[in-house]
Structures are given as structure tokens and as C-alpha cells.
Nanobody
Framework: QVHLVESGGGLVQPGGSLRLSCSTS???????MGWYRQVPGKQRELVAF???????DYDDSVKGRFTISRDSAKRTLSLQMRDLKPEDTAVYYC??????????????WGQGTQVTVSS
């Protein structure tokens, strides 16, 4: 059974930084991993993903500001977020999946962690 737990969210001023973490259990060692975010009334959107081999990709809105990483031995996923903007405000979720031309989630989700960027 897959279990995902996100943490690290909070309230931060514009231009600030946060580091999100996702602890996992039950995922395949060959899985790609991704971070999504969702605001009320909108669809969940992919922010970044990382493959088993360490290749990464990002949504254009966060390129150069966010960095995704994984520790396969500890089965954890991280998202370092810098230069945060009010439009980054959302609930952030991690998920496992696979990469095939694009990232596909296995639809395993944690409870999410709220990120609020506001002065």
C-alpha cells in the first residue's frame, strides 16, 4: 500500500523560500515522482517531476525558482522553492508515477501541504 506524507508548507512573504518534503512508503523503486499543486476551483497542476534516473522537468511558471530532488535510499522527495510569488499559493501534493513522453501519476496522493505566499 502506497503512503505519502507531505510537509514543510507554511506562510512566507513574496521573495521568500520554503522546502517541501514528502516521505513515502510502498512505492516502486522504479517510480518517477512528482509535485502537483492545486488552488480552489482549479484542476491540480503538475509543478515538477523527477525520474528514477534523476532527470527533471518543471512547469514554465517555476523554472529557475524550484528544484525537485529525491533520496531513493530514504524514499523521500523534496521541492526547494525560492523567490516565491503570490501565485505560488496552493496546496502542494506529491505523487508517484511513471514517465512516458510526459509524467503520468499513479493517482496516489497524500493529504497535501498548504503554501501561502503573502505579505
Amino acid at each position: 500500500q502506497v503512503h505519502l506524507v507531505e510537509s514543510g508548507g507554511g506562510l512566507v512573504q513574496p521573495g521568500g523560500s520554503l522546502r517541501l518534503s514528502c516521505s513515502t512508503s510502498g512505492i516502486l523503486s522504479t517510480s518517477a515522482m512528482g509535485w502537483y499543486r492545486q488552488v480552489p476551483g482549479k484542476q491540480r497542476e503538475l509543478v515538477a517531476f523527477i525520474t528514477e534516473g534523476g532527470s527533471t522537468d518543471y512547469d514554465d511558471s517555476v523554472k529557475g525558482r524550484f528544484t525537485i530532488s529525491r533520496d531513493s535510499a530514504k524514499r523521500t522527495l523534496s521541492l526547494q522553492m525560492r523567490d516565491l510569488k503570490p501565485e505560488d499559493t496552493a496546496v502542494y501534493y506529491c505523487t508517484d508515477g511513471y514517465y512516458g513522453a510526459r509524467f503520468h501519476s499513479y493517482n496516489h496522493w497524500g493529504q497535501g501541504t498548504q503554501v501561502t505566499v503573502s505579505s
